[in-house]
């Protein structure tokens, strides 16, 4: 079975410029999650979707980032601009049908974005 | 005060010695708990959940979890040199099953 897939896994921009980070999940993962990771901390979270609805976006700043799902499978994040506080890495992640309430999140390898 | 807490280490054992790493939470209401390891510059790979008091085993991996003492271990027996990564505790919220809390990891080395 195939893992999560991200593109593109290192990004370099110079702050004010726009940028995509694209999230292929587990093949029949309902539920894609978008996390943020800087040096040294855990992943927090910036967003939960679940199929193409965003159920849980508290945490993502809505000034300059933006994220969509459409038809449920792949995701996209934005950021425009970014700045130089955005060099981290994202990762994706995703889970399955989880009747039994235990949600096992499976990342992707991450795209790591530097700033300058 | 922090919702997921872990030594950051570095926790430093011989080859073939027990690792044990410790995480507690402060949320009482948790269910789901989660041990990931990461190596550096890769992204965290789950090893282990654990959603009943107790011991759970998976070949060299032991989790421990005590909610009435809000914490959760995780046992590494026969260490080995690739075993040397972060390894980082997640915690689901009491405000949703489905978001996970994580601390900042412990990073474990493993000496030959």
């Known amino acids: 079975e195939a893992g999560v897939v991200q593109s593109p896994r290192y990004k370099i921009i110079e702050k004010k410029q726009p940028v995509a980070f694209w999230c292929n999940p587990i093949?029949?993962?309902?539920?894609l999650y978008w996390y943020l990771q800087n040096l040294g901390q855990g992943p927090e979270l910036l967003i939960r979707y679940e199929n193409e609805e965003a159920v849980d976006d508290s945490q993502l700043p809505k000034d300059r980032f933006s994220a969509e799902r459409l038809k449920g499978v792949d995701s996209t994040l934005k950021i425009q601009p970014a700045e130089l506080g955005d060099s981290a890495v994202y990762l994706c992640?995703?889970?399955?049908?989880?009747?039994?309430?235990?949600?096992?999140?499976?990342f992707g390898p991450g795209t790591r974005l530097t700033v300058l | 005060q922090k919702e997921v807490e872990q030594n950051s280490g570095p926790l430093s054992v011989p080859e073939g010695a027990i690792a044990s790493l410790n995480c507690t939470y402060s949320?009482?209401?948790?269910?789901?708990f989660f041990w990931y390891r990461q190596y550096s510059g890769k992204s965290p790979e789950l090893i282990m959940s654990i959603y009943s008091n107790g011991d759970k085993e998976d070949g060299r991996f032991t989790a421990q979890l005590n909610k009435a003492s809000q914490y959760v271990s995780l046992l590494i027996r026969d260490s080995q040199p690739s075993d040397s990564a972060t390894y980082l505790c997640?915690?689901?919220?009491?405000?949703?099953?489905?978001?996970?809390?994580f601390g900042s990891g412990t990073r474990l080395l493993v000496r030959p």
């Open positions: 949320d009482r209401g948790s269910q789901s």
């Open positions: 992640a995703s889970s399955g049908d989880d009747r039994a309430g235990y949600n096992e999140q499976f």
């Open positions: 093949s029949g993962h309902n539920t």
């Open positions: 997640a915690v689901n919220s009491v405000d949703s099953s489905y978001k996970l809390i």
